[in-house]
T-cell receptor, first 113, second 111 residues
């Protein structure tokens, strides 16, 4: 069946370093991907998205890379700050019939002072 | 982006009872979804709430257990019926406008 998974359940980085969170997806027909940040006790918060006709998209301190050949997605956070500590999820939009969003396993990012 | 108000934010319920969770969006949206999130885990899609028709359920979820309504483009409800402790979880409403965004969730504990 469809699945979106992450390679690392927990990632610890030093404050100021760059963070890279990875995600693998299995549905080659997915045409849209989103990264979410979820802080404790809150709902997921949209960070950045990318369409399948792109391989890179940049936001403020964040970059998403999409490699359709190997069905891999990554989120890069530059100059990681304590406020970046959270769980990060990738999600893919599947379009078989009507569309829906399937979430990956999640990676907990811990920023070390 | 639009704002989702979800209530209740938390509840503690007796087994065998039912709880209805409300989701109100402050603007019209095309799609609304309901997810379940077990503590420390990812989000699992329960169903797509279709406006004016029956919801579309994912594998493992059925209408008798999770009846869903969506009477208009800004409002939906999810009922967790005949609850057991295994239903203890966070339930999240999501809406899609320009992007897919979420409410704060409902933390349900069944005792």
């Amino acid at each position: 069946g469809e699945s979106v998974g992450l390679h690392l359940p927990t990632l610890s980085v030093q404050e100021g370093d760059n963070s890279i969170i990875n995600c693998a997806y299995s549905n080659s027909a997915s045409d849209y991907f989103i990264w979410y940040k979820q802080e404790s006790g809150k709902g997921p918060q949209f960070i950045i998205d990318i369409r399948s006709n792109m391989d890179k998209r940049q936001g403020q301190r964040v970059t998403v890379l999409l490699n359709k050949t190997v069905k891999h997605l990554s989120l890069q956070i530059a100059a990681t700050q304590p406020g970046d500590s959270a769980v990060y999820f990738c999600a893919e939009k599947t379009t078989s019939g009507t569309y829906k969003y399937i979430f990956g396993t999640g990676t907990r990012l811990k920023v070390l002072a | 982006s639009a704002v989702i108000s979800q209530k209740p934010s938390r509840d503690i319920c007796q087994r065998g009872t039912s709880l209805t969770i409300q989701c109100q969006v402050d603007s019209q949206v095309t799609m609304m979804f309901w997810y379940r999130q077990q503590p420390g885990q990812s989000l699992t899609l329960i169903a797509t709430a279709n406006q004016g028709s029956e919801a579309t359920y994912e594998s493992g979820f059925v209408i008798d257990k999770f009846p869903i309504s969506r009477p208009n483009l800004t409002f939906s409800t999810l009922t967790v019926s005949n609850m057991s402790p295994e239903d203890s979880s966070i339930y999240l409403c999501s809406a899609v406008g320009a992007e897919a965004f979420f409410g704060q969730g409902t933390r349900l504990t069944v005792v």
